[in-house]
């Protein structure tokens, strides 16, 4: 008796973990007939540049160029997800974490929508995606505890905004860079990323002084220069609240273009983007590529 128990049980938890490991890859469903960029514009000093018309704006897939076929300023929602490392390796750094994460959520308009997500040995929704400016209490109650899976906890988020409506997508990281546990590669949760058209923006809270800053420093990095965002080194307080405040402001000021590529081919090998403007001294920021959808 206890040994068909026991295998009822293991066939079971099996059955479990296979269905939830097929739903799970299954989540982000890839259209590469239309490609979206959201496009961020700046002078020689920084500041945003928001008032270009369409006519200035070219746009290269592996050096070809596209025809746009649809451009936005300004004024389009956003959708973001804020990843909050709550891993042991965190301890120290959690509640600085959730006060940037505050500030970005105070930031939002009334017509963009953010969620915030724990990660650590699981990945758990925090607050599900609103405009609400007060976060949950349950965000108060965050402590450090368990391993790191940054790479499934960015998969997880990419998978989510792949279904939501607004054509701007972001990932808001908050991690020391420290993933020891995730099941998928770093690779695959980029790809995620930029199969869900969303920009990973990275902020670094390892410690000050840690010798291993510079290692752990590399994955976010990755993950920002090759979705289009940006990494921010930040040892906190009044800088890294400036550095969300300027998040937000990046997002509400970027330009939306699609286009349909020339090349129908489907391969799913990288593709590269290059988009330029026909006006001197200004600082383009768009992801640089991304996989051609596989047959």
Known sequence: MFKHTFYTVLFFLILTAVSFSQSDDAEIVIDSSVVILNVSVQ????????????????????????????????????AAVILLDTSGSMEERVSLARAAALQFIDKLRSSDVAA??????????????????????????????GMTRLNDAIYKAAADLSRRPEKRRAIIVLSDGQDTMSGRSAEKALKAALDAEALIYTVDMSPIGDARRAQNQAPLKYFAEKSG???????????????????????????????????????????????????????????????????
Do not use: C, H, M
């Not at 920084?46 to 649809?70: H, M, N, R, W």
């Open 43 to 78: 002078d020689s000093t920084g500041k945003p540049v928001t008032d270009l018309p369409k006519s200035l704006f070219t746009v290269f897939e592996d050096g070809v160029a596209q025809k746009i076929d649809y451009f936005s300023a300004s004024e389009t929602p956003f």
């Open 229 to 295: 965002g940006t990494f921010i080194s930040t040892p906190g307080g009044a800088a890294l609240r400036d550095a969300f405040r300027k998040i937000a402001e990046d997002l509400g000021v970027q330009y939306t273009i699609t286009y349909s590529p020339t090349n129908s081919v489907k391969n799913g090998k990288w593709r590269t983007i290059e988009v330029r403007i026909a006006r001197p001294n200004l600082r383009i920021r768009t992801r640089p590529g991304y996989f051609a959808e596989k047959q």
């Open 116 to 145: 915030i997500y724990r990660f650590d040995s699981v990945i758990q929704e925090v607050q599900s995606f609103s405009n609400a400016r007060d976060a949950v209490e349950s965000i108060y109650e965050l402590k450090s505890k």
